[in-house]
Nanobody, 116 residues
Framework: QVQLVESGGGLVQPGGSMRLSCAAS????????MSWYRQAPGKERELVAG????????NYADSVKGRFTISRDNAKNTVYLQMNSLKLEDTAVYYC?????????WGQGTQVTVSS
């Protein structure tokens, strides 16, 4: 069955770094565009970053440009989100999403808390 399993979340101080991973299985990972979303308490889920199926193109929310980097390893069926210079407002549950045409899969999310 399809699985997207996020890992790497936790507690970090402002200005710190963290790398999230999302391991995929049960579908042809290399055919799917991959994205990271986040949802803070009381807010709607928002797109953070996306990468095309071949890794050749990426896009970012304005709020994370220059601080976050999305990448993927199709040999390992894994997508990453490197987060640097973390801010208090980056605190949220982070989800990975796989999408191809009308098919879309979500992970269960991993909590990232930025706090001093």
């Amino acid at each position: 069955q399809v699985q997207l399993v996020e890992s790497g979340g936790g507690l970090v101080q402002p200005g710190g770094s963290m790398r999230l991973s999302c391991a995929a299985s049960g579908f042809t990972f290399s055919s799917y565009g991959m994205s990271w979303y986040r949802q803070a308490p009381g807010k709607e889920r928002e797109l953070v970053a996306g990468v095309t199926s071949d890794g050749g193109s990426t896009n970012y929310a304005d709020s994370v440009k220059g601080r976050f980097t999305i990448s993927r390893d199709n040999a390992k069926n894994t997508v990453y989100l490197q987060m640097n210079s973390l801010k208090l407002e980056d605190t949220a549950v982070y989800y990975c999403r796989a999408r191809y045409l009308l098919r879309s899969y979500w992970g269960q999310g991993t909590q990232v808390t930025v706090s001093s």
